[in-house]
């Protein structure tokens, strides 16, 4: 099946600052890489500027997730997934919590996934249909 290519404008600045790349054939994933590292100590955190500016075409949000081997490096994303909206064009920034979790300049720090995003439109109605959950909600199918 042949899918449809989109184009990201990119911006790189900076001695490390690179295109997002893809490692493998067929990956979801292109991996971002540090630019530039700040230590914030008053929220236990380091902040990775990634050199990189993109203009994401309107119809589609870029997802930046932390990479597999970030347990190497004891690092979590502060916010688990950080969302790049069609609209933002600055720099791409990483925060990862915990003062032990240092990556060098120039390593593999997240990888941005690009994915189509629907219009939506909200209604507001006085019930929902039922569904095959119904409310059952936080661990209600087992461990």
């Not at 989109?6 to 490692?23: E, H, N, Q, S």
Request: net charge neutral; glycine share 12%; with cysteine.
């Amino acid at each position: 099946m042949k899918q449809e290519q989109v184009t990201i404008k990119a911006v790189c600045r900076g001695r490390y600052a690179t295109l997002p790349r893809r490692m493998h054939p067929g990956d979801a994933g292109f991996d971002l890489v540090a630019n530039s590292r700040q230590m914030d100590i008053e929220n236990n955190c380091y902040v990775y500027g990634t050199g990189l500016s993109v203009e994401v075409p309107r119809g589609y949000v870029m997802f930046i997730f932390p990479r597999s081997s970030c347990y190497k490096h004891a690092a979590l994303m502060a916010n688990c997934v950080a969302v790049i909206d069609s609209g933002y064009r600055g720099e791409i920034h990483v925060v990862f919590k915990g003062l032990t979790s240092c990556y060098k300049l120039g390593d593999r720090i997240a990888q941005a996934v690009v994915m189509p995003v629907p219009e939506v439109c909200y209604q507001q109605v006085e019930a929902l249909g039922e569904g095959d959950r119904g409310e059952d909600g936080l661990g209600s199918t087992g461990v």
